[in-house]
Structure formats: structure tokens, C-alpha cells
DNA sequence: GCACAACCCTATCCTGAAGG
DNA sequence: CCTTCAGGATAGGGTTGTGC
């Protein structure tokens, strides 16, 4: 059911239209969606006043606050990742380990992949602590529980699924989901408190 | 393949009361 | 004053069922 009277509904769409391009930005579009805001977008263009003004505006900055809050954790989240890539791939590149070379000249295969292969996946290998060379991260990590660690080592550094994750601590997947999600958290608020407090 | 909701169990920590 | 114990709060971790 519509609340709104036709006259008010002609007021909005002579808003919209005269309005296209603002209205098309990205971001005012997801405000809009938002059904109370855009409630309140309703009210705002057929009742004007203050009050409605004021109220509009502290949701639009609670709302601006919380894109740039997620944009910034994903960010964080996705240099740090491509910082270890590169730091991982420069440390390869400038140590080369004699187990990362072919087992004999007409091979492919490295002394590393036999061993592996031969360990048959062991869990205790590749410690994600063993590639972080980022202190405060570093610290994060050492906070999490065994287990995440664990969760994190297996899926971050030998790349496996939830599922092969699961299948090889004897959990559900679904219980390696939750586990490395909160891991994550966890490494989200410490990284953010840690960059607060550099603020500061 | 993954995430989420709902619910449950367990361990740990904190707090306040009771007893020696 | 110290120790012990019970009860509540909290966090970690588990499951099934379900949706995207």
C-alpha cells in the first residue's frame, strides 16, 4: 500500500527528473534503496523542513561512514595480501631453495613437490606466521586460537577450499567457514585499532 | 563453494557469598 | 583475610538447514 498521496508522488518523480544525474550517482542510488531512507527522501522532497533536512542528513553520514568504513577493511584486507604476495615472491626469487629446483634436467618436478607429495599434505606445514613479516600483523595472527590459525595457514598458504579444510581437521565445512570468518574479524578490528591508535 | 541463522555445548573468567 | 564454590557472562566451536 502506497502512504504517499499523488500529488506527492508527481513532487518526486518531478525530483527525479530533474535530478537524473545526481540521482544516478552510485552512491545515492544505495542510499536510496534503503527502504526508510528513502522514506525519508519522500518526505523530504513533498513535506520540506528542518527537521526532515536534519534527519535525512544523519542518515546520509551514517551511511557515508559505513562505505568508507567496509572500503577501508577491504583495502587494508587487499594491500595486505598483495604486500605478502610480493614479499613471498621477492624472497623466493632472491633465495632460491635447493628444493625448489627440478629433481634432475629432464624433470619438472622439484624436490619440494616430492617431499610434499611423499608428506602426503602433513597439516603442520606452512605456518602463515612463517610468511608475515608485518609486526602489528604479525601480533594479530599470534592472538588468534590454534585452531584459526591453523584454519588460516591451510587456506591462505597452501590454498585449499573449506571443504578440503574440513575434510582434513574432521570438521564441516560450514564450522571451517565460521572459524576462518571470525579469524578474519578478529585480524580486521586488531589492524584497525592498531591504525586508530597510529592516528592519534 | 561459501555464508548465514539458529541453536547447542564447553571452557574460561569474573564476581559475590559463605565458611574456616 | 584467604579459600572455595556457585552462578552468570562471554567466547570459541560444533551441528543442521538453507539460500545465494
Not at 624472497?91 to 616430492?114: A, G, M, V
Not at 584459526?148 to 587456506?155: M, V, Y
Request: hydrophobic share 35%.
Amino acid at each position: 500500500m502506497d502512504k504517499w498521496d499523488p500529488e506527492c508522488r508527481d513532487k518526486v518523480e518531478q525530483f527525479k527528473h530533474s535530478n537524473k544525474d545526481f540521482l544516478s550517482n552510485p552512491l545515492i542510488k544505495e542510499f536510496l534503496a534503503d527502504e526508510e531512507h528513502y522514506e525519508l527522501f519522500t518526505e523530504a522532497v513533498c513535506s520540506p523542513c528542518d527537521e526532515v533536512q536534519e534527519r535525512i542528513n544523519e542518515k546520509f553520514k551514517e551511511f557515508y561512514f559505513r562505505i568508507r568504513f567496509i572500503s577501508y577493511v577491504s583495502s587494508t584486507l587487499y594491500f595486505h595480501g598483495i604486500n605478502l604476495d610480493k614479499k613471498i615472491r621477492k624472497h623466493d626469487q632472491r633465495f632460491p631453495l635447493q628444493l625448489d629446483q627440478p629433481i634432475n634436467n629432464e624433470s619438472e618436478t622439484t624436490l619440494k613437490e616430492l617431499i610434499e607429495y611423499k608428506e602426503n599434505d602433513s597439516i603442520d606445514s606452512g605456518d602463515v606466521l612463517d610468511f608475515i613479516s608485518d609486526p602489528v600483523l604479525y601480533k594479530a595472527i599470534k592472538s588468534l586460537t590454534n585452531n584459526q590459525q591453523d584454519i588460516l595457514s591451510l587456506a591462505y598458504v597452501k590454498g585449499l577450499k573449506d571443504v578440503e579444510i574440513a575434510a582434513l581437521l574432521k570438521k564441516t565445512q560450514q564450522a571451517v567457514s565460521k572459524s576462518r570468518k571470525k579469524a578474519l574479524n578478529t585480524l580486521k578490528s586488531i589492524l584497525l585499532k592498531s591504525d586508530e591508535e597510529k592516528e592519534l
